[in-house]
């Protein structure tokens, strides 16, 4: 037999080799294996099985890794679809389906000493106090692992292995599975008795569960969805390529407001696919992965009926923990993963249902080959599998609301908080005003100095949150107008006072802070700092309210494995007044008694020269404020801005979705952005300034020529990127709006693979991206 296999190294192409017949029994299709290439061995992956191969003299295959085959024919068919749709070689996408522990097989079984108590028919024959004392605890606990046992009954393995001469126990070598939530004391928990808006959802998902076609009803997205009259652009947004055949999958959107209970309508989906003997997988942003979740998750399908393994994959895992995630769910015994971006890929079989929680979030788009966005992956997949996916959001994205309008998606409304609690009351406060008072830009407006005072007062917790760490954005010199640039990008540095450093956020490029002004003939010893970071608004904060307990939480405090899980019980207890962070804050938590939440600038995504700026706005504003009075207090949100009527922030303001809805999607239909169209973005970078610049004269030349006769397609460019220079490299864009996108993607690919570019010149293909 011969194998056709796809290496990892970059060939974009499939080589045969041979199968040894000592191997025979393990290759099959999906099968990670290595083989020889030139002097080298390589890895790679089985993709076909042939009885022979037009090429002569095949090699054989050296090695099979893992004892089941890694990559299940369904896997398979997505990556391929990865590949195709987002104009990556089929090696790249291969290797994205699968995690690295696993993969490259950086980590294997642990293996462990476990030691038994054998039953005696006769009385013990008379034993040492020690030895008598480890038979005791073996006889209580049945089995342990030889390690646990010698600190528990404070002995050495000497002592252990006595008793196994003896014949009183036995030392095995046994697999030891990793938990890497074994400390965690999980309680059970019971299915709470849905209110009407959770019980109304969650019966439509369960009827789509069990076959009964779903489909979009008018009555359901009509009234509340606006389509916008303007139509003389008509796009029908392909949100994803066919994929033959058309399984019965339906797809959901549940808008549910923050605290609605679209947790606990997850939970009773996903205990309605173990009924039907499948399994589901639970996608959440990285960032919301917190130990407080998974609990959430495994506390409903720890015991009971449904028990099973809940699987956790994430990126803060040891390799040896994710190989053993990985294969808990292989071997079907964990039914339910919850995991970040790339457990869309978890091998789950058969798959009943895909939830992917706070839809709308960027981070579920991965911005390096292959640039996938797991929430349209997950689309995909449901419909492949036929299973039903959910999409949850307080904010859909414009992209899925769109959906439910065109009758693609169901939407599913929970526009109240469980217990009827109140939305928080959003104060905008214009900054402007507080500026003509003072002289310099204000942090905190009088109206969020006097609520923070009271909170502290009445022992109650705030939130500030600002969306830039740092002290400072930049350097500025009053004298000259010096700026502190980074000499490798396009961007201020950022001041970083407790260092002492200037600091670049795009490629961590850091320099000493000058003492006098460098620009040329310049020397002012009085350098000033423009802008705000974190670190400051903490600092300030300590001055005005020098007794309360500041934290501050983004990534220059976070520096061990376990500080974000400590700071953050620290303000379950109490410990902590008020909590200054980035939007690592903004997320998912839930904190009864914050009673005060203050938007430190809100204006400071606006400036992106972004499309989505306005809705990446609404959607933080409205985010922060969700963390608001959750508990039995009403909650207050403060946010501070310097253009107070900005429709994003009015409409946040008003926790009015709808509203927010349709006049940005009034704005997106003149300009012909999503999602009334479709995206794709290429990026050529290099040193040289004007070879990137002729190169990408050269790629429009010949995308015109590739793409003639796509329909109401647009090119726009080429021009500098937003962020001109990052790392030292040049960037020139060429925009690309279509309504179709999988018939782009394919030619692209053609195009990409016969383009010929400067070698120093790099092209990078981005379908559907979110970062412009
Ligand atoms: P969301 O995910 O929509 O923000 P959550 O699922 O976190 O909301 O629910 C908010 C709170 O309400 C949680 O503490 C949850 O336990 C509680 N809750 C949810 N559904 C119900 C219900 N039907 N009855 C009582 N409490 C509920
Ligand atoms: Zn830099």
């Not at 606990?264 to 499948?278: F, T």
């Not at 990126?315 to 995991?339: F, N, T, Y």
């Not at 500080?563 to 303000?571: H, S, V």
């Not at 979705?657 to 940005?664: I, L, P, R, T």
Request: charge should be positive; charged fraction near 25%; proline fraction near 6%.
């Amino acid at each position: 037999m011969i194998a056709r296999v796809t290496l990892e190294i970059a060939l974009r192409k499939e080589f045969d080799y041979l199968i040894p017949s000592e191997l025979a029994s393990q290759v099959d299709v999906g099968s990670r294996v290595q083989v020889p290439f030139g002097a080298r061995k390589v890895l790679g992956c089985v993709t076909a099985m042939a009885e022979e191969s037009a090429h002569a003299n095949l090699r054989p295959i050296l090695k099979v890794i893992g004892a089941q085959t890694l990559v299940t024919p369904k896997i398979l068919k997505l990556a391929r679809w990865i590949g195709e749709y987002y104009c990556c070689p089929p090696e790249i996408a291969l290797k994205s389906v699968l995690p690295d522990a696993v993969r490259k097989e950086q980590a294997g079984w642990r293996e462990r000493l476990f030691v038994r108590a054998l039953p005696q028919t006769e009385p013990l024959p008379k034993l040492p106090k020690r030895q008598q004392e480890v038979y005791r605890i073996l006889e209580e606990r049945k089995e342990l692992p030889l390690q646990e046992l010698i600190d528990l009954a404070e002995t050495t393995a000497a002592t252990v292995r006595s008793l196994e001469d003896k014949g009183l126990v036995t030392i095995t070598t046994e697999i030891s599975e990793r938990d890497p939530y074994a400390h965690e004391h999980i309680l059970p928990s019971q299915p709470l008795p849905l209110n009407p808006q959770q019980a109304r959802a969650l019966e439509r998902i369960i009827a789509a569960m069990d076959g009964q076609q779903a489909k979009p009803s008018t009555a359901s997205a009509g009234d509340m969805t606006p389509v916008s009259s303007s139509n003389n652009f008509r796009l029908q947004s392909d949100d994803v390529p066919q994929t033959e055949p058309k399984n019965a999958s339906s797809v959901f959107l549940l808008h549910g407001v923050t605290g609605s209970g679209k947790t606990e309508v997850y939970l009773q989906a996903l205990a309605h696919a173990l009924e039907q003997g499948k399994g589901a997988i639970v996608l959440v942003p990285e960032i919301s992965l917190t130990p407080q979740t998974v609990e959430r998750f495994k506390a409903r399908f720890s015991s009971g009926p449904l028990q099973t393994l809940v699987a956790v994959l994430h990126s803060h895992l040891s390799a040896g923990e994710r190989h053993d995630e990985w294969h808990k769910i292989r071997q079907g015994r964990a039914r339910i993963v919850i995991g970040a971006r790339s457990a869309i890929f978890a091998p789950v079989d058969p798959l009943g249902l895909i939830i992917v929680d706070e839809e709308h979030e960027h981070t579920y788009k991965q911005e390096e080959s292959p640039r996938y966005h797991a929430r349209d992956v997950a689309i995909v997949r449901g419909r492949m599998e036929g299973a039903t996916v959910v999409l949850g959001s307080a904010t859909p994205s414009m992209e899925s609301f769109y959906n439910c309008s065109r009758g693609k998606y169901i939407l599913l409304e929970m526009l109240e908080r469980v217990d009827a609690k109140k939305m928080p009351l959003v104060r905008v406060v214009d900054m402007r005003q507080a500026m003509r008072k003072g002289k310099s830009i204000p942090i905190y407006s009088p109206q969020l100095k006097e609520a923070i005072q009271q909170r502290l007062e009445r022992k109650e917790q705030t939130i500030l949150f600002l969306n830039r760490r740092g002290y400072s954005t930049s350097l500025q010199c009053p004298l000259c107008g010096f700026v502190a640039q980074c000499p490798n990008c396009s961007v201020s540095l950022t001041y970083h006072r407790r260092a002492q450093i200037l600091c670049c956020h795009v490629c961590g490029h850091t320099e000493p802070v000058p003492s006098f002004c460098p620009g040329p003939k310049c020397g002012n010893p009085d350098i000033r700092y423009a802008g705000l970071g974190t670190e400051k608004v903490e600092d300030t904060l300590l001055k005005l309210f020098p007794h309360a307990r500041i934290k501050r939480m983004d990534s220059d405090t976070l520096k061990k494995k376990d500080d974000y899980r400590r700071i953050l019980g620290d303000f379950r207890l109490g410990k902590i007044d008020i909590l200054v962070g980035t939007q690592m804050i903004a997320k998912g938590l839930h904190f009864p008694n914050v009673t005060l939440v203050g938007i430190v600038y809100a204006d400071m995504a606006l400036h992106l020269a972004d499309f989505r700026a306005g809705e990446r706005t609404f959607q933080l504003l409205t985010q922060v404020a969700g963390r608001a009075g959750r508990g039995d207090i009403e909650g207050e949100v403060f946010v501070q801005s310097f253009t107070p009527f900005h429709p994003a922030i009015q409409y946040a303001r008003r926790h009015d979705f709808a509203g927010f809805y349709e006049q940005e999607l009034e704005f997106r239909e003149q300009l012909k952005y999503p999602p009334v169209s479709r995206v794709a973005m290429l990026t050529l970078k290099g040193r040289n300034e004007e070879k990137v610049k002729l190169s990408a004269d050269h790629l429009r030349r010949e995308l015109e020529k590739a793409l003639a006769g796509i329909k109401e397609l647009i090119i726009a460019g080429p021009a500098p990127a937003p962020l001109a220079r990052a790392e030292s490299l040049y960037r020139y864009q060429i925009m690309l709006r279509a309504r179709q996108m999988s018939e782009v993607s394919k030619r692209l690919a053609v195009m990409n693979q016969s383009l010929s570019l400067p070698e120093d010149v790099s092209l990078s293909i981005d379908i559907d991206p979110v970062n412009l």
